[in-house]
């Protein structure tokens, strides 16, 4: 009865899932992933093919002293360190409506002493869809536009959930969360783990996320359907204008047990943190021309007192952002 039981489920996953075996079956490749980004949401030269909506900003970071405890990188010398941010849409549509039920993101490259980079990239969702790259192609397949309806199948991204038990967390948090009304008053999460590796070598596993110091604030189910389609960029521009956007960078310390190479996996709420500095954004501006148009903002771009863990998602998005890099600089 139970190996009856066993195959009748095994039979019950491959009736829903067979659309999305070909990830499985073939390697997933950086130009596969942006070749299918390509293809939902279309070519657009010289653009990035994914959070391609967005807006340049300026500003500083200035770290405490209890962050260079943890870590001996210059991002934590207590300086000011000079900031190029984005912040941007999810997704490779250059004119999706700022209303859509999607992550927002905010990316920084910090400017160190002696010439040396730092770059995040993070979401203002507390997990990311998808535990391995596989996942981010297949719902990156799932969501391309039906040519008869010019809308994704919803079938197709029914049995992409179904079969896709890691990307259930980011969407049903998307589901539950309208999108901010500005990005000032966002949270923006690191998603994955980092280590953290101070003067005596010691490493600590971490997780960030930056906390906007006025608060954040979702649009109300009637601004959503009043807000505007490009509101956000006009707001970040006019209110930086007029006063400084803070966001305190909140760390978490990792303990035994911990998710560290899976980016769909909360940490319990009750890991201690300290703040580890304050970004301050002092000006905002359209991107074209902008100073962050030019730049990738890697996460694996890292200094010296900062490290990767093995997260299959955080060291693959270095090589798409690479292909995706490489197709803008030659006009593609």
């Known amino acids: 009865m139970k190996l009856r039981k066993m195959k009748l489920a095994l039979s019950s996953v491959m009736v829903v899932s067979p659309v999305f075996a070909l990830a499985a079956e073939q390697e ?36 405490t002293a209890e962050a260079a405890r943890y870590s001996r ?23 999706v409506p700022d209303v859509t039920q999607s992550a927002r ?47 994704p199948d919803p079938d197709k991204l029914k049995a992409f959930r179904a079969s896709h038990p890691d990307s259930l967390a980011q969407a049903q948090y998307l589901a539950s969360h309208n999108p901010p009304d500005s ?29 906007p110091q006025e608060g954040e604030k979702p649009l109300s189910n009637e601004a959503l359907k009043t807000a505007g389609t490009d509101f956000l960029e006009t707001a970040l521009i006019s209110s930086t204008s007029n006063k400084p956007a803070r966001w305190d960078m909140l760390v978490t310390v990792g303990q035994p047990g911990d998710p560290q190479d899976d980016p ?5 709420a009750q890991r201690p943190e300290f703040k ?18 030019p730049i990738n903002f890697d996460p694996m771009v890292m200094a010296d ?5 093995n997260d299959p998602v955080l060291r693959f998005r270095s090589q798409a952002y690479a292909v995706s890099f490489g197709k803008r600089l030659s006009g593609q």
Request: proline share 6%.
């Open 73 to 95: 990188s210059a991002l934590f010398s207590g300086q000011a360190v000079p900031v190029i941010a984005r912040f941007s849409l999810a997704g490779g549509n250059p004119k």
């Open 264 to 268: 769909t996996q909360s940490w319990p």
């Open 183 to 211: 990005y000032t008053r966002s949270a923006f999460f690191g998603i994955h783990t980092f280590k953290f590796i101070n003067a005596q070598d010691k490493v600590t596993l971490v997780r960030w996320r930056f906390v």
């Open 305 to 309: 007192g900062i490290a990767p863990t």
């Open 28 to 63: 997933v490749t950086a130009p596969r992933v942006v070749q299918a980004l390509e293809a939902t949401f279309g070519v657009h030269q010289g653009e990035r093919r994914n959070h391609i909506k967005g807006t340049c900003a300026v500003g500083e970071f200035t770290a």
């Open 105 to 151: 993101g905010m990316a920084l490259q910090f400017k160190l002493p002696k010439g040396q980079l730092h770059q995040m990239s993070m979401l203002n969702t507390p997990m990311f869809g998808a535990a391995h790259p596989g996942t981010f192609l297949d719902l990156t397949e799932a969501q391309r536009p039906d040519p008869a309806t010019g809308k």
């Open 276 to 293: 580890a500095g304050t970004l301050t954004i002092t000006s905002a501006s359209t991107q074209k021309g902008g100073l962050c148009e």
